[in-house]
């Protein structure tokens, strides 16, 4: 019970060693300060937890703008043996400082009392010790005053209001003995959750809390608050109101889509509040940058609905959580970003700033981004984009997201995303032909998939290859024409085709058309046994040779049937909508 004998301790020190006689002759005087919170409440519930405990506790607010919790006040060298005897033996914080007052504007507790006017100070009461240093020295050996019965402590619970017994609840909740709902009703659960606190300190297990008990567990909870300090925030431009916690974050700049709060105190967190105009294809489109982000990393859950979605990410050194929805022409929604360090505060922190957050009328101005700000290929609203090692293509074989890529981009990969999104794992691979077959870890529903042609095409007939060449820059898969110069290839092997078109080394893995939009094959990486093939010129493995390979693994294909030519826009619209672009991440 080391917290409780703590808090005794600081009790005795307080009432036996200084007796308050205040005299009419103005004195020198000094306060030990152990706390300053940025905003009231917070403050006015630490004096009130420690005014349970403790005597001569005041709240002040400070010209700073702070409020800060103090006893006193003290003649100096009182004042000093108090803060040097409480600092031993770690019944304050050890920032704990003398403060002479001048720093104090006004005294908002105890309610109507104001110790700035007049000189009284707290003075060594003759009748309690000899000096303050025996008194502090007999303090830890002192017998632990009795606490309440298991009846007194029923008969003082009975006595709660309402709003006391949820205060209990949600403490117990905070720390997590408490999973039921806030009620006020102290049924089994809550009982059970009282007897876990009382055995995590160290009291007797009874599961019924009594005031010293309570006075000490609120203590902890809006001690843990009070580190946080979490504060609803109303951004008008961002529109958007939440609870944030201010003592680790402070606002920093808006670059749109974000209103950005950095972290304060070298707390390791961050906020970015986002708030754009914009439809469903805006959410979509966001979901799929902030993927690409380094405050995003890669392992985490993702999902996204027709209206929301939700990006989390976890590393050695990083943690994130996105969430956003439509909410009236709007894409809004926060991140929360931290470093392992802050997990359990932050596992506290996001639920609250879940369930605060509100939609309020506005959206940030397209034009809100900081003067002189050095934007780069590199920078998204000025948060650096992470870049995979490789991209090369890729197309779907089925209405559940299966993808036939080539093995080039399959590995030395610790992951592999569909179209930086969707984490894939590879189900069959076949070195010797160089393709790869990938299954998304969830099924998927793409706008279209392949339709193999079980003829080889026909010689010198017009083709068309999809792709995403500049390095997977592009958002959607281009299409380029050409012909289909020979079925063999330049060894004369029967499994592949040679193209007369110019593709770019990162459209390997991209569907292979004829212009009835059936594939006919896939592309290859475009070098041979070492050698770099001429610009004009593709290799493609046929379509024809890889049915039979394909089915042979457990792959169903879905085999082309006769069908009308296409215009160039019909062709690379199918095109587009069956390729993709597929990334190796490390």
Known sequence: MQYLRSALALAFLAV??????????????????????????TAEARVRAYSQLVQNVNGFRATTGLYAVALGPYDPATGQQVLRELLGQGLIPRDSFLEDGDLYATQFFPVGTNTLQGGGVAEVDETASETATEVAEEAPQLVEIPDETVQQARQSEAQLTREERDALQIALQWFGFYTGGIDGAFGPGTRGSMQAYQESRGMEPTGILTTRQRAQLLSEYQG?????????????RAGIQIDLPMAMVEFGSYNFPFAQYEERNDSGVRVMLISQPGDRATLFGLYEIMQTLDIVPLEGARERGSDSFVLTGQSASLRSHTEARLVGGAVKGFTLIWEPSADEQMARVLPMMQASFAAVDGTLDPAAVPEGLDESVDMVSGLTVRRPDLVRTGFFLDGQGTVLTTT????????????????????????????????????????????????????RSDIAVAGYPFGGALSAASTTFGSLADLRGVNGEESVQRLDVATAETEAGGPVMDLTGNVIGM???????????????????RADQLIAILEGAGVVVTQAEPAGALNRENLSREAADMTVRISCWN
């Open 224 to 236: 843990e608050l009070a580190a946080l300090g979490m504060q609803n925030v109303l951004d008008q």
């Open 523 to 541: 592309v290859l990486p475009g070098t041979v046994e070492g050698r770099q093939l001429p610009n004009e010129v593709t290799l493609a493995l």
């Open 16 to 41: 036996a060693t200084l007796g308050i006689t205040g005299t009419a002759e103005a004195q020198e005087r000094v306060w030990v300060q152990i706390e300053a919170h940025p905003n009231l409440a």
């Open 408 to 459: 080039e981009v399959v590995g030395q990969c610790e992951q592999i995303l569909i179209d930086n999104a969707y984490e894939a794992e590879v189900a069959f691979r076949d070195d010797a032909l160089g393709v790869a077959v990938l299954r998304p870890s969830q099924a998927l529903a793409p706008l279209g998939f392949a339709r193999l042609s079980a003829n080889p095409g026909r010689l």
